[in-house]
């Protein structure tokens, strides 16, 4: 339990840290809003090409949307340890009789969050542009969670980057160096079927396409839903390596002090 109130405690000092600079969240919503908005409109004809399944492309782009933007605002939550390396504050925590991985798990926590709000938020735009669910709740749900899954990993590994890199410009050169790649390699913005084999052969074992097919078929009419929990399972896995993986660069660090 006391693992659990740490976590807990360090969640609310980031929470309180995105209390007091809420337009982080506005900010990380404007890529979205474009892809969503400008991105649907300028390829709304996508859905004419052969082998194209389906008729509506900002349906088929919204779920893609929504895990792309937990992607790409967790890539970013490395810059929090940055900045705690900088004053000073992770060291005084070293000293502290807690274990270590309350430490990335709080900053994971704060990051769920945010992807909460963010989600919520491109939902209510997809509806308001007229993107219907067919999987229902459960099913927007299920999107949300497989985004918040990939998103924790991906906050853990922008963590263990940090403190390995313990600069903002190699922390950012690295998470664009990840995020541009895994994002086209993916079902983001294009059918798997009209894919080049290459791509396709890839994104199988891309995370961030293991979010957006599990969301897919989650909202999507009739859903499998032994799909969205292999999917799932996958992304589980992730995180936990992710999670690990910070862990022990937290400790490689706590080393070299």
Known sequence: MTAVADTWALCVRDLLRLWRQPWFIAVTLVQPVIWLLLFGALFERVVDIPGFHGGDYKQYLVPGVLVMTAFF????????????????????????????WPLIAGRVGMNLVQLAIQSVIIIGLALITGVTFPGGPLGVV?????????????????????????????????????????????????????MPDWIRSVSDYNP??????AGREAVGAGPDWATVLGYCGLLVAFALACLVLATRAFRAYQAQV
């Open 73 to 100: 605002s967790s890539g970013w939550s490395g810059m929090s340890t940055i900045d705690d390396l900088d004053r000073g504050v992770t060291d005084r925590f070293l000293v502290l009789p807690i274990m270590r």
């Open 142 to 194: 299920a999107l949300i969670v497989a985004a918040a899954l990939l998103g924790t990993g991906f906050a853990a590994l922008s963590n263990a980057l940090a403190l390995v890199a313990r600069k903002e410009e190699s922390l950012i050169g690295a998470v664009t160096f990840l995020q541009l790649p895994l994002t086209f390699l993916s079902t983001a913005f294009m059918q798997a079927s009209l």
């Open 208 to 213: 961030v396409d293991w979010a957006i097919r």
